[in-house]
């Protein structure tokens, strides 16, 4: 089967203005981002869709193909069906999306998530452990699923909630990890469904497509992983880590 990866960059951030812009160890985090992706080698092609001229001047600079895509997109999987929907990438039998703010995604996670739709998922994502602490974080993610690792809710509430505080909270709680793997058809259900009030209320587009009946498989990657860019302190966060790593 053969990988479209698509990186979704959009300009107008709400929490971190301009973020694929944003530097990161002196480089534009949506760079940081594409040079991650290519040295996982788990794509056959890589394109960022953005909205904004300055950022596809950006990535073609590091050798990259962008696409201008309808400034008005919902959510990052519109912006990605956008342009897997294109003749030039009518091949592709998966589409990747790696968000433009996990400049640490682990090849294990896209493996993982991609892992999922061969094997019969819809749609595939991965989820990593986080504390209770992290959890609490607004922020961050969480993700619930079955016994199968079918997701049953996306949220950025606490979940599970623990009712007694002597509950033990390892492996508890999983942090959502922002990769996406589609089937064609999954994707094209996904951005025609209607947006639901649970989407609306959390600013998850993954509530819709589970609203809708597709099936997201999560891959559990149980290694630590570092959480992606959404505010300054992501950001700050990143930095020194980067910084730290960097060899």
Avoid at 119 to 126: E, H, I, M
Avoid at 174 to 184: D, K
Avoid at 196 to 208: D, G, H, N, V, Y
């Amino acid at each position: 089967m053969r990988v479209l990866g698509i990186v979704p960059a959009r300009l107008r951030s709400t929490r971190l203005p301009n973020k694929p812009l944003q530097l990161l160890a002196g480089e534009p985090l949506v760079t940081r981002v594409i040079d991650r992706v290519r040295a996982h080698a788990v794509v056959d092609e890589l394109v960022v869709a953005t909205d904004s001229p300055m950022v596809a001047r950006v990535v073609e600079r590091a050798g990259v193909q962008a696409v201008l895509t309808a400034a008005d997109h919902p959510s990052g999987t519109d912006r990605v069906a956008e342009v897997a929907g294109l003749p030039a990438y009518a091949g592709f039998d998966i589409v990747l999306n790696v968000q433009g703010d996990e400049p640490f995604v682990s090849k294990l996670a896209i493996e993982g998530a991609l892992g999922r739709v061969t094997g019969g998922d819809d749609v595939g994502t991965a989820a990593s452990p986080m504390t209770a602490a992290e959890a609490a974080d607004p922020s961050e993610v969480k993700v619930v699923t079955d016994a199968r690792g079918r997701a049953l809710y996306f949220s950025r509430a606490v979940i599970p909630h623990r009712r007694d505080a002597d509950t033990p909270e390892e492996g508890l709680y999983w942090r959502h990890i922002g990769i996406y793997a589609y089937t064609r058809k999954a994707l094209a259900r996904w951005v025609t469904a209607p947006v639901t009030p649970e989407e609306s209320a959390e600013k998850l587009e993954q509530i819709r497509a589970l609203q809708h009946g597709l099936v997201i498989g999560v891959a559990r990657i149980t290694e630590a992983q570092a959480p992606g860019v959404d505010t300054v302190n992501d950001l700050q966060r990143a930095e020194a880590l980067w910084l730290a790593t960097a060899r």
